[in-house]
């Protein structure tokens, strides 16, 4: 038996043998407001989640708050007007990062704020954006605004940044603890085989004196 086939037989053994670490469970999507999946509806509407966001284990709220139920550009946002004759804008999605919508509840939400809600004792009742859609788009843009600067608002969005800045992080450490395990492994096995083909070409030749 040749040498090369040797290490080739030496190698197959032990990538049957050995396995690597699994990969960290926290995927890494990006925001599509360009392109939206219908059929994710059911679980990524935000409406799902209001006054029910003490359920959400982290990975998924990640991927809730990166890649939140989207309308296509081509939605018909007209049947869905609950109050006055004007339909929602797709457009104030490239405004506003924390816009979501709502297909459930045909209205807006603030993602941040449905997410990491906060007790203020001051500043105003959390009502629209947060525990009931808003409906009203003739004023959107100024409500928006409004919304925007309230105390709540800018809490639950440091909390946003918190979460997905650890959240991040944390990915990161799992994949680099995984990679130095891997390469690790790699480094083992050209250690052994050297010792193992030194082994084998002890015993055949014991076996043949």
Request: net charge positive; charged share 20%.
């Amino acid at each position: 038996m040749s040498n090369k086939r040797k290490e080739d037989s030496i190698l197959s053994y032990f990538q049957k043998k050995i396995k690597p670490l699994p990969e960290s469970n926290v995927p890494l999507p990006q925001r599509d407001t360009d392109v939206a999946v219908e059929n994710d509806c059911d679980q990524y509407d935000i409406g799902h989640y209001i006054k029910n966001n003490l359920n959400i284990n982290e990975d998924f709220k990640y991927k809730l708050l990166k890649n939140p139920w989207v309308p296509s550009i081509h939605y018909n946002f007209k049947k869905d007007i609950v109050v006055g004759n004007r339909a929602f804008l797709f457009k104030w999605f490239s405004i506003y990062p924390w816009l979501a919508y709502s297909k459930i509840f045909k209205g807006t939400f603030c993602l941040y704020c449905v997410l990491f809600q906060t007790h203020v004792s001051h500043g105003g009742f959390q009502g629209q954006f947060i525990n009931k859609p808003f409906q009203r788009y003739q004023k959107f843009l100024e409500k928006a605004n409004n919304h925007s600067k309230t105390q709540w608002h800018i809490e639950s969005s440091i909390r946003f940044n918190d979460f997905i800045n650890m959240t991040s992080k944390n990915s990161s450490v799992h994949q680099m603890i995984n990679t130095n395990y891997k390469n690790k492994i790699d480094a083992n096995r050209k250690k052994l085989i050297p010792i193992l083909s030194s082994l084998i070409f002890l015993t055949v030749h014991k076996m043949r004196c």
